[in-house]
């Protein structure tokens, strides 16, 4: 009989020396890298607390933290002897539109006699300082991303990210209700004022705070309509849910509307029952299971709406409808659009310049010229507008990575993980429905957060509990059994691993 195989570690043993059922042991973890898990939590609720992250300082601080993770990543590889990183498809994108911007900062846009400029040859950017600008953003977005994909490598920091999301995202509801209801609609924190915004809790427009609420409640929701939670929980996750719901309708975001109730019904689709069969059980079962689910998201939006009701009075869905113009719906974005659509066809290839949008649409303006717009109100037609045709593959490319490994990753044994990847998805495909009305994602705060969910939906099997392990461990046994072998005597192999 063999004897005992001694426990050993999988970060220091060679690969291939380790017997087949070492192979899903968990990766260790050193003290860099916990500092990294730990500025990555800390980055979620400290870039929304400061305003979103949309002055300079804020964003200097976010670029200071992307820094230490490069520094720690170093640290890290230093003591494992070995450099962690993940083939995650979705990076490539994100350095695709950083490369796409260092291009548009060539001198390859020809001189004008009207330029006034010292220099004489001008760049492809209409905006040189606003492109260099997006590439210091775009660079620290992608390290924080990719650190996600890296250090969030295990179950426990798995549960622990998703725990920051949740009691942040509840804590920053009551937040926001509390200084809507409480102090005054027009102050942040009760002493910044901001008398032209529409700010809502830190944010200073109240669209980015229902933009936040769609991915931070995605991941509770997914949990609910996967059917993973506790029976005790239920209620508590419902409650959760519901507060950062209604905290969503009191901003009067008319797009953050539409995306939330899209946002179930892709829960309710894609967790509608198992994989397809012809079989009359399957059939009965899927059809329960969809009746399960509508049954779920109306009762959601039944208690969001009476919570609403109850805290902003009868009047919030009248003062709603009445915030709508009779003779433009879309409050002057089918205007913004046609500019935009106007700045489109003039830069095809590669667009007028990561950030410079704000300085063209003066330029195409067809009314007086005066008016300067920084977003378009449409993320589709601003990427095209900024990155050309060259952009719009790469944000088509992303989406495409996106749900096909999303939807991929969803078809594991781990429930837990299974539900964090489908509230991921639906985070991300609610923000991704608001973006034909609004700029959300132009938010650094919204814009990591999406990027941590694609990474939940995305990031390989470190992070899942091999439920299946003690199933096909006994029907091992059993089939030694049988061929007349006890299971004592049994050796280990690469099934039961």
């Not at 979103?52 to 720690?72: D, K, M, Q, R």
């Not at 009067?252 to 892709?266: H, T």
């Not at 944000?395 to 991921?424: K, P, Y």
């Amino acid at each position: 009989m063999p004897a005992e195989l001694p426990e050993q570690n999988l970060a220091t043993t060679p690969r291939h020396t380790r017997p087949a059922r070492w192979t899903k042991v968990e990766t260790a973890h050193t003290f860099a890298s916990r500092f990294v898990f730990l500025i990555l939590c800390v980055a979620i609720v400290l870039t929304t607390l400061a305003y979103g992250t949309v002055h300079s300082w804020s964003l200097a601080v976010f670029t200071f933290g992307a820094v230490a993770i490069i520094g720690l990543w170093i640290a890290d590889a230093w003591r494992l002897r070995s450099l962690r990183v993940s083939r995650n498809l979705l990076q490539l994108t994100l350095l695709g539109a950083f490369l796409l911007g260092l291009i548009q900062l060539l001198p390859l846009g020809g001189s004008s006699a009207a330029d006034l400029s010292l220099n004489p040859v001008k760049s492809l950017s209409a905006d040189p300082y606003a492109t260099q600008f997006f590439l210091v953003q775009i660079a620290a977005l992608l390290i924080y991303f990719s650190a996600t994909l890296v250090f969030v490598d295990s179950p426990r920091r798995l549960r622990n990210l998703v725990r920051t999301i949740t009691i942040f995202g509840f804590l920053l509801a009551m937040f926001g209700l509390t200084q809507s209801l409480i102090g005054s609609p027009t102050r942040i924190y009760w002493i910044r004022e901001l008398p032209q915004s529409t700010a809502f809790g830190p944010f200073i427009n109240r669209h980015h705070f229902a933009g936040y609420m769609e991915l931070a409640l995605a991941v509770p929701l997914g949990l609910l309509f996967s059917g993973v939670v506790e029976r005790e929980k239920r209620l508590l996750y419902i409650f959760a849910v519901a507060l950062m719901g209604i905290a969503l309708v009191m901003t009067n975001s008319r797009g953050g509307m539409i995306s939330f109730v899209a946002e179930l019904f892709f829960l309710v689709v894609i967790t509608s029952g198992a994989k397809s069969g012809r079989r009359s059980g399957n059939r009965k079962t899927r059809a329960f299971a969809a009746i399960k689910r509508l049954a779920l998201a109306t009762g959601i939006l039944i208690v969001l709406v009476g919570g609403v009701v109850l805290l902003g009075g009868a009047d919030v869905f009248t003062r709603l409808l009445g915030s709508v113009n009779a003779e433009d719906p879309t409050t002057g974005r089918t205007h913004f659009w046609a500019v935009t659509t106007d700045i489109i066809r003039h830069h095809p290839i590669v667009g007028a310049g990561m950030g410079a949008y704000g300085v063209l649409y003066s330029q195409y303006d067809s009314r007086n010229g005066l008016f300067r717009l920084e977003q378009a109100h449409n993320d589709y037609l601003q990427v095209l507008a900024d990155g050309g045709i060259v952009g719009g593959a790469l944000g088509l490319f992303f989406l495409f990575i996106l749900f096909r490994q999303g939807l991929a990753r969803r078809e594991t044994r781990d429930d837990f993980r299974r539900g964090v990847s489908t509230g991921a998805l639906a985070g991300c495909f609610a923000v991704l429905v608001h973006s034909f009305f609004d700029f959300t994602l132009h938010t650094t705060s919204n814009t990591l957060l999406f990027l941590v969910l694609a990474a939940l939906a995305t990031m390989d099997t470190r992070i899942e509990r091999d439920s299946g392990r003690k199933h096909r461990r006994r029907r091992s046994r059993s089939q030694s059994s049988i061929e007349g072998e006890t299971p004592q005597n049994a050796l280990p192999s690469a099934e039961a691993g």
